[in-house]
């Protein structure tokens, strides 16, 4: 077997770790990266780590239809790094991520390519091909991102992944830090010019000059197209929640997402604490998305109301996991109050 490293990054994990804490999103719009400086910043840590050279890094990802999209491209054009793309199915989830990793790693361990794998996930599904791997005779590395309070020291890394790994290393805190920045913010300047914006539009096909110009009648039966004023007329939800509470310290990242009906009811004092957590993450990811998005799509969006696209759906599940855990995240009721504070919060920017 070849002595030398071959490295695994899973970029869901990674980017969504360090998106977080430079924005307190996951939502990728929100954050900008230097990924030159951040895969610069992996190599010396597995070099640092295992004195060895390396043969490539795999970067793993999804994008729509596995087509490579232009920030894939920049990356792929990376001196030694290797972009492998699975898809984004309808409701939002990677597939064939984890399955590409898996394979890529009992391949190159395989054909002896390389003696050490450092491996950047958190996902407990890659168990099995780090245990493959391990009895063709690679040792396998986990890199993590610190988390001092943790129990494992990582962030977002499953137990089931940690024992199984031979070691675990930790990217330096000040690569993170550096290589992630937050993109936008909203602010009353901001919302004024949209607002500006979509009412001149709004206003220029409300005054027509002629006759020849007046707008055709829908045909009957025919649903009405939404428009700015339609849309203004739709509900708005009531939230009888209280002001945001500093969440607990320990989290982790979940990726499933379920369509459930807004509103939830009174809890326990605890539960309230959590519901406060909810609604302080549903309202950061609306004011991220809003900072980050078009008019245009803010009116298909609006347009679906209640309903939430799956992805936006997915990073309030994940930026709520990040604060409260994964299985309170998972409560209905929890859940529930991420999509009603979303909502509220989409409102008041509007």
């Known amino acids: 077997m070849m002595s030398q490293s071959a490295i695994f990054v899973d970029a869901s994990f990674l980017l969504a770790i360090g998106g ?4 307190g999103t996951t939502l990728r719009a929100a954050f900008t990266v230097n990924y030159e400086a951040l895969i610069e910043g992996i190599l010396k840590t597995a070099k640092d780590s295992s004195g060895l050279e390396n043969l490539r890094i795999y970067w793993y990802d999804a994008a729509k239809d596995a087509i490579f999209t232009d920030q894939h491209k920049r990356i792929g054009l990376i001196p030694g790094v290797k972009v492998r793309l699975g898809r984004i199915s309808f409701n939002g989830e990677q597939k064939g991520v984890d399955l590409k990793l898996g394979l890529d790693l009992v391949g190159i361990a395989r054909n002896r390519a ?15 091909a780090v245990e493959e791997a391990q009895d063709l005779g690679m040792k396998v590395v986990l890199i993590g991102v610190e988390k001092a309070d943790h129990r494992l020291g990582v962030a977002s890394v499953a137990e089931h992944l940690a024992l199984r790994v031979d070691s675990i290393i930790t990217l330096p805190e000040e690569l993170i830090k550096s290589s992630f ?17 979509a009412s001149a539009a709004a206003a220029s096909k409300e005054a027509p000059t002629d ?26 939800f009531q939230s009888t929640t209280q002001a945001p509470a500093p969440a607990p310290a320990d989290y982790q990242l979940v990726y499933s997402s379920t369509n459930q009906s807004s509103g939830f009811a009174g809890a326990t004092s605890a539960d309230r604490s959590a519901m406060e957590v909810a609604t302080e993450v549903g309202s950061s990811v609306a004011t991220n998305w809003r900072a980050s998005t078009t008019e245009t799509e803010l009116k298909d969006l609006l347009a679906d109301r209640p309903l939430l696209p799956p992805e936006i759906d997915r990073v309030l599940l994940k930026d709520c996991a ?29």
């Open 114 to 128: 390389a003696s050490v794998a450092f491996l950047v996930s958190g996902d407990d599904d890659l168990a099995e």
């Open 211 to 236: 006759s020849a110009s007046a707008p055709m009648a829908p045909k009957p039966g025919m649903p009405k197209v939404p428009t700015p004023a339609l849309l203004s007329q739709r509900p708005k």
């Open 322 to 350: 990040q604060r409260l855990g994964e299985w309170k995240t998972d409560l209905q009721d929890i859940r529930r109050a991420l999509r009603v504070a979303f909502w509220e919060q989409l409102d008041q920017l509007t």
């Open 181 to 197: 920045v937050k993109a936008v913010s909203w602010d009353p300047e901001h919302a004024m010019h949209s607002a500006a914006i």
């Open 20 to 23: 977080h804490r430079a924005s």
